[in-house]
């Protein structure tokens, strides 16, 4: 079993809708939680990162951790066409020793 | 302001062919590192390089080598090029303890026949 868990898709969902995007974990020593954003036939850029449990928002983009889960989340509202792409989860303890471990990403394609 | 950037963009090598990708940043980052990508995979860590003069195994690193040249440029070397390093080569760098928020190059496709 992959420490990190993520499905990979394609999730495809027409413009203006709430998007959903998830990913599982089994190691309860990880503190820090990213999404990574990589459109194609580019490298991945920082889109969220959040410490701990709880929810971050940045405009349309809501990520929530649930530690007691082992699950976490990341939200998109009045999802756009340029919002289509593969979503990235990362993460970390703050013993990693600068090591992420990585989802396999979830390609999202927003239909116009 | 470039960020990251990486030669060559694509490569095609023969097995047992040797090559070097190259890495450079110029935002000042101590540290860097160097992933590959395989479809169903996610990114995995070959070689990163805490700070300057330093350099590191991550979970991949049997057939490369790196080089931390200086703080701006990092090196990946592959000696002796099998069909199974055939993948998408990225390399990153951060701001010392700040591994959560990497910044990437465009990374170098490569193909070993």
């Known amino acids: 079993q992959k420490e990190v868990e993520q499905d990979p898709g394609p999730l495809s969902v027409p413009e203006g809708a709430i998007v959903s995007l998830n990913c599982t974990y089994s190691n309860s020593a990880f503190q820090y939680f990213m999404w990574y954003r990589q459109y194609s036939r580019k490298g991945p850029e920082l889109l969220m990162y959040?410490?701990s449990s709880g929810n971050k928002e940045d405009g349309r983009f809501t990520a929530q951790v649930d530690k007691s889960s082992k699950y976490i989340s990341l939200f998109i509202r009045d999802s756009q066409p340029s919002d289509s792409a593969t979503y990235l989860c990362?993460?970390?303890?703050?013993?990693?020793?600068?090591?992420?471990?990585w989802g396999a990403g979830t390609k999202l394609i927003i239909k116009p | 302001n470039a960020g990251v950037t990486q030669t060559p963009k694509f490569q095609v090598l023969k097995t047992g062919q040797s090559m070097t990708l190259q890495c450079a940043q110029d935002m000042n980052h101590n540290s860097m590192y160097w992933y590959r990508q395989d479809p169903g995979m996610g990114l995995r860590l070959i070689y990163y390089?805490?700070?300057?003069?330093?350099?590191d195994k991550g979970e991949v690193p049997n057939g490369y080598n790196v080089s931390r040249l200086n703080k701006r440029e990092f090196s990946l070397r592959l000696e002796s090029a099998a069909p199974s390093q055939t993948s998408v080569y990225f390399c990153?760098?951060?701001?010392?303890?700040?591994?959560?928020?990497?910044?990437f190059g465009p990374g170098t496709r490569l193909l070993v026949l």
């Open positions: 390089s805490a700070s300057e003069g330093t350099t």
């Open positions: 990153a760098s951060s701001e010392a303890y700040s591994q959560e928020t990497q910044y």
């Open positions: 990362a993460m970390s303890a703050s013993d990693s020793n600068y090591q992420l471990i």
């Open positions: 959040t410490y």
